[in-house]
């Protein structure tokens, strides 16, 4: 084996004699937020992590994308989440590196029964809904939040007078 394959984690390799190694400029070192972007987006609710790969999945968004930028891209029902690197931007979409793929709980498992009648869930597409039981019919749609689907069909429901 070579040194440098033998060489432990900890030590720095030693000088070769003879041999200029190249040097980074001093002034290199620049914070990440004057160069590269982080944007964050939720995929449209038939985007596979394949889908994103492709580069009409980007189309629409490049103009707002730029090379080196990162983006989180969630899937609709929050099954998993890619963080990627914008490599180059076309006119017919973006070209993506994948640098990291999460498998997350969906929340589409997530249903919460209010009364005999009606039950929080989440619908692909739809966002949190409040569904009535008896067909499935969602009478509150479009939520971005199981909290504020509730709290929009308390609203409807009928109070007692006192």
């Known amino acids: 084996m070579g040194a440098v394959a033998e060489m432990k984690a900890d030590e720095a390799p030693a000088p070769a004699t003879g041999v ?3 040097r980074i400029a001093p002034h290199a070192p ?3 937020q004057h160069y590269r972007r982080t ?3 939720k995929a449209p609710p038939e985007a596979t992590r394949e889908d994103v790969s492709y580069m009409e999945f980007w189309t629409g968004v490049q103009k707002y994308l730029q090379r080196h930028d990162i983006v989180h891209v969630l899937a609709d029902d929050e099954s998993w989440e890619l963080e990627i690197c914008i490599e180059a931007v076309r006119t017919a979409g973006c070209e993506i590196s994948v640098r ?3 498998s997350r709980k969906p929340i589409s498992s997530a249903s919460t029964p209010l009364g005999d009648n009606h039950r929080s869930e989440w619908r692909a597409g739809m966002g949190w809904c409040v569904v009535r039981t008896s067909d499935g019919y969602p009478v509150i749609k479009g939520l971005q939040s199981e909290a504020a689907a509730v709290l929009e069909w308390q609203k409807t429901q009928p109070r ?3």
């Open 30 to 32: 620049i914070e990440a």
């Open 100 to 102: 990291k793929s999460y």
């Open 20 to 22: 200029k190694r190249p």
């Open 39 to 41: 944007f964050w987006m």
């Open 160 to 162: 007692k007078v006192a």
